[in-house]
């Protein structure tokens, strides 16, 4: 899971030429919101050969841990795949992702860092209101292992006040920056009750990996035929992803699987 940077917020006071690109950014902001309102609708329009969800699997909110990368399973069937995508929400790729989603009556998890939670509430919530489950993915998307104790636990904490801003509760779940556990940070979610997520399956979606669609279905359609199924981790800011992710989805139903929603409760 290639390392990414938190960009910078924009600084007051900017000149002329920023302003006017500015509006330019204003009008494809619009642009990912009216895409994003319209996904969270589109679920009535499925066609009768869609992917569609086959059941809610819900989980208690209780300190627990899955993903056989590193832990046990989910109380899964042979067959039976759940999608989580990590990194969002980016307004280049979000409104795409829940379109795609939407068409193929599909849910999913998305384990978002609290950085851009904060940069984009709105799209944070209309991950919501189109019917899938927000989960935390570090504030920063930090390299864990290479900070102190105390840093770990401050963007733990920043992360956690992130996303309990926006959508009024705390996370409950959460899936550590490049699948890098620590003991400062496992103690701290042990303590609030969070549920660890790992994965089952990862398609190496991020560079310096060949990004192009066929090699990404690819790799999916080889990680499952190993594992039967299971929790499968894509991640939604990028683009190449976004743009595969059509191919993705029919690839999981040309292949029989069965997509599992979780919740937690």
């Known amino acids: 899971?290639?390392?990414?940077?938190?960009?910078?917020?924009?600084?007051?006071?900017?000149?002329?030429?920023?302003?006017?690109?500015?509006?330019?950014?204003?009008?494809?902001?619009?642009?990912?919101?009216l895409l994003c309102a319209a996904a969270a609708n589109a679920a009535a329009d499925c066609a009768p050969d869609a992917l569609g969800t086959s059941r809610v699997l819900t989980l208690k909110r209780e300190y627990a841990a899955y993903g056989t990368v590193q832990h046990g399973p989910l109380p899964l069937e042979k067959g039976e795949v759940v999608l989580t995508f990590d990194d969002g929400p980016n307004p280049e790729t979000i409104g795409g992702v829940l379109r795609t989603l939407a068409s193929q009556c599909v849910k999913a998890t998305f384990f978002?860092?609290?950085?851009?939670?904060?940069?984009?509430?709105?799209?944070?919530?209309?991950?919501?209101?189109?019917?899938?489950t927000p989960a935390l993915h570090s504030?920063?998307?930090?390299?864990?292992?290479?900070?102190?104790?105390?840093?770990?636990?401050?963007?733990?904490?920043?992360?956690?006040?992130?996303?309990?801003?926006?959508?009024?509760?705390?996370?409950?779940?959460?899936?550590?920056?490049f699948l890098e556990e620590t003991p400062a940070i496992l103690a701290q979610l042990k303590e609030h009750k969070v549920t660890v997520a790992s994965i089952d399956v990862g398609i190496e979606d991020y560079s310096p990996n060949d990004m192009r669609s066929a090699a990404l279905v690819g790799r999916l359609v080889d990680r499952l035929r190993q594992t039967g199924g299971g929790i499968v981790l894509m991640h939604d800011a990028n683009g190449p992803t976004a743009e595969a992710l059509p191919a993705l989805l029919k690839a999981i139903h040309d292949n029989g699987y069965k997509v599992v929603h979780l919740r937690w409760e």
Request: charged share 20%.
């Open 139 to 177: 504030f920063a998307h930090p390299p864990l292992k290479s900070m102190a104790a105390s840093e770990q636990l401050a963007d733990l904490a920043h992360g956690m006040q992130s996303f309990t801003d926006v959508f009024g509760y705390a996370p409950a779940a959460y899936r550590f920056p």
């Open 1 to 33: 899971m290639g390392r990414r940077t938190v960009h910078q917020p924009v600084q007051r006071g900017r000149p002329a030429r920023q302003r006017i690109r500015a509006g330019g950014e204003m009008k494809s902001w619009c642009f990912v919101m």
């Open 112 to 132: 978002m860092t609290g950085a851009n939670l904060a940069r984009h509430p709105e799209l944070g919530r209309l991950v919501v209101q189109a019917g899938h």
